[in-house]
């Protein structure tokens, strides 16, 4: 794994509200086009995590079903357990990942790390809908040994239509247990160098605000334009390998649904 996979998740959960346009939200992502196929490219550019890191501009991918009840793509999977697009409050089961790998070819500073798995979790999110926004709060727990921990949140989603565009904004707040920090963040004995002493971290608390842009080219093109500002906690900052508390992501794709 020679990239940061995703630093976090800007597609994150809420329950089924629609937009004016084709843009709704379901099953913890944002999406457009129910009941179709997505193929899906563009590029991102990323804060540095960690210390010279090698990677800031990343490409984006994807693929996958997206469904009434229950979408598959390179994101993961999610189905809707309880609720419908109508119901005040949904509950879904996601099928995910904490976004979050590296071996030492990721950054020269990390040379001598042992490598950091990219997790497969497992969760719930439960939605609340108050009229074109979401309360949504989501716990996932690696199930695959990974950093054998858990993430657990609370997102506020708004949908607006502008014109053509459907312009989604969300703020949110995200807790990170001791095992994700030590195991992303941490520096074991082994692991110490001089400019690079050990850590281990605590739990930390992170703050995101962000947006996502989506514009229809035709009935089966869109593009899109995302930018996501995150505030690590300081039990993640604090690490030596970490470059900033202060991330932001800013990408762009074009998507095909059929």
Same mark, same amino acid.
Not at 141 to 160: E, L, T
Not at 176 to 192: L, M, P, R, T
């Given at each position: 794994?020679?990239?940061?996979? *995703?630093?976090?998740?800007?597609?994150?959960?809420?329950?089924?509200? %629609?937009?004016?346009?084709?843009?709704?939200?379901?099953?913890?992502?944002?999406?457009?086009?129910?009941?179709?196929?997505?193929?899906?490219?563009?590029?991102?550019?990323?804060?540095?995590?960690?210390?010279?890191?090698?990677?800031?501009?990343?490409?984006? /991918?994807?693929?996958?079903? %997206?469904?009434?009840?229950?979408? *598959?793509?390179?994101?993961?999977?999610?189905?809707?357990?309880?609720?419908?697009?109508?119901?005040?409050?949904?509950?879904? *089961?996601?099928?995910?990942?904490?976004?979050? $790998?590296?071996?030492?070819?990721?950054?020269?500073? /990390?040379?001598?790390?042992?490598?950091?798995?990219?997790?497969?979790?497992?969760?719930?999110?439960?939605?609340?809908?108050?009229?074109?926004?979401?309360?949504?709060?989501?716990?996932? %727990?690696?199930?695959? =040994? $990974?950093?054998?921990?858990?993430?657990?949140?609370?997102?506020?989603?708004?949908?607006?239509?502008?014109?053509?565009?459907?312009?989604?904004?969300?703020?949110?707040?995200?807790?990170?247990?001791?095992?994700?920090?030590?195991?992303?963040? =941490?520096?074991?004995?082994?692991?110490?160098?001089?400019?690079?002493?050990?850590?281990?971290?605590?739990?930390?608390?992170?703050?995101?605000?962000?947006?996502?842009?989506?514009?229809?080219?035709?009935?089966?093109?869109?593009?899109?334009?995302?930018?996501?500002?995150?505030?690590?906690?300081?039990? *993640?900052?604090?690490?030596?390998?970490?470059?900033?508390?202060?991330?932001?992501?800013?990408?762009?794709?074009?998507?095909? %649904?059929?």
């Amino acid at each position: 794994m020679k990239n940061i996979v *995703v630093l976090f998740s800007t597609l994150a959960a809420a329950s089924a509200v %629609h937009a004016a346009g084709d843009t709704y939200i379901l099953n913890g992502s944002i999406y457009t086009k129910q009941n179709t196929w997505i193929a899906e490219a563009g590029v991102a550019g990323i804060s540095d995590l960690y210390k010279e890191q090698d990677d800031s501009v990343v490409p984006v /991918l994807n693929f996958g079903y %997206h469904g009434d009840d229950f979408n *598959v793509d390179l994101n993961g999977a999610n189905y809707r357990v309880y609720g419908t697009d109508s119901d005040q409050v949904n509950i879904g *089961v996601i099928l995910t990942s904490a976004g979050l $790998a590296y071996d030492d070819d990721t950054s020269d500073f /990390l040379k001598g790390m042992d490598d950091r798995d990219l997790s497969v979790d497992l969760g719930l999110n439960v939605d609340f809908r108050l009229g074109t926004g979401v309360i949504s709060t989501y716990f996932q %727990h690696d199930v695959s =040994g $990974a950093y054998k921990g858990y993430i657990a949140g609370a997102r506020y989603f708004d949908i607006a239509t502008i014109g053509d565009v459907d312009f989604v904004s969300f703020a949110g707040v995200m807790l990170q247990s001791k095992d994700f920090v030590d195991y992303y963040f =941490g520096v074991n004995q082994n692991e110490a160098r001089a400019n690079r002493p050990a850590y281990t971290g605590d739990s930390s608390v992170a703050y995101e605000l962000g947006y996502k842009l989506i514009y229809p080219l035709s009935e089966s093109w869109n593009l899109t334009q995302s930018t996501q500002y995150t505030r690590l906690g300081s039990d *993640v900052a604090d690490s030596p390998i970490v470059d900033s508390a202060n991330q932001w992501m800013v990408g762009a794709t074009i998507a095909y %649904h059929f």
